[in-house]
């Protein structure tokens, strides 16, 4: 994040006093940002992007900056294709709103898919252009919200009615946290503040012209200040929304220009511009066929998912049949050879009875008037002239 120099301090108080009279017509959070801003660990959408920041748009959806993911400044095609690879094969994400990340559960980045006409910043062009990146994850992270990215008839409403715009990122809140040992033990930071229009921003940086050389102009703007909260180091990436019940209107993420903040004091020199600082925005909806193409990947990837799923059920099944079958034909293996062994038993004995039989000699009484004779034999027969008693 580049900041920019100078400070006229009488007329920033003055535009200051105005802005602040011209929105009374809605009430802000005192602090509302990363610097200046109050906690918002638990926040259901920012996501911790190794250092930067980002918006859960879906359950394996990340909305993020492009420059956090190739890089701040102008990169060739192939250090671009090397980061982005580098984010498909090592990039992770923690789960949204959490403080201290040390040990907490990672989620895996499956595919980068960087806005193709992202411009980043030049030595002829302070802004950064259609500054937007999707990260998908391998696997779902429960939401707990729904996200919608707002239309420009959103923020056309959103902008003539003053609502509301928070922006909850993961970046710097004091000077004090600009030291290695912070790194992941940072909880999220809210700023609340409201739209700016084109020839808002125009007018702005008319009042500011030395505050960010040679500067495309983009969508709109978000005003930061100590009242509303100061975007700061590592909230690139975090998202812009208008929150109605339980739906946030997606507006767009940090990262395209700052002006006038002090960026936690980067440099002895850095105050707020001439009316306070500004971030200027690329509307999201601007991209809309890029996100279209990350929730086709998305619903491919659980169309993909369910397939294994219901085809590791159906092996699961034929397995738990087969060795139902197995274990069956055990059974009747064994059974059909305890039948057979009995049954040669049975025989085997039938056979020694019968065997004995023919050999076992019997004795029988044979009588012959009052001559008494007993005969014992296998098969006894009395002799000739006396009858079997």
Known sequence: MRIVTRLDRSLSIILLLVVAISCTSFSFNKAGAVEFGHDATGDPNVIDVQGSSGFLYSDRIVFTAAHVIVGVEETTLEESTKRIANWETNGF?????????????????????????YKPRSANDNTRKNDFAI????????????????????????????????MVGYGFQNPSQRTPSQSGTLSPHKMTSYLVSNEEL???????????????????????????GS???GDSGAGFFVEKGNTRY??????????????????????????????????????????????????????????????DRLAAELRAKQEADAKAAAELKAKQEADAKAAAE???????????????????????????????????VCPKGYKKK
Not at 97 to 115: D, E, S, T
Not at 352 to 363: H, M, R, V
């Open 93 to 117: 994400v923690y789960a949204p709103g959490i403080g201290n990340r040390a040990g907490q559960k990672r989620y895996r980045v499956k595919k980068v898919l960087v806005n193709p006409t």
């Open 135 to 166: 990260l998908i994850l391998q696997e779902s992270i429960p939401m707990k919200n729904q996200v919608v990215v707002a239309s420009e008839s959103d923020i056309a409403t959103f902008i003539k009615e003053k609502t509301p715009v928070s």
């Open 202 to 228: 125009k007018e702005y940086f008319k009042n500011n012209p030395q505050r960010v050389p040679n500067p495309t102009i983009l969508d709109y703007g978000v005003p930061n200040s100590e009242t509303f």
């Open 231 to 233: 975007v700061c180091d």
């Open 250 to 311: 997606y507006l767009g993420p940090v990262g395209g220009s700052q002006a006038g903040i002090p960026n936690c004091q980067s440099a002895s020199w850095a105050t707020f511009g001439v009316g306070g600082g500004m971030s200027g925005i690329t509307a999201t909806y601007r991209f809309l066929p890029l996100i279209s193409q990350a929730e086709s990947l998305v619903a491919d990837d659980k169309q993909i998912e369910i397939r294994k799923v219901e085809e």
């Open 346 to 380: 049975l025989k085997a004995k039938q056979d020694a009875d019968a065997k004995a039989s023919t050999t076992k000699k019997l004795t029988i009484t044979c009588i012959k008037g009052k001559s008494i004779k007993p005969v014992t034999a296998v098969k006894p």
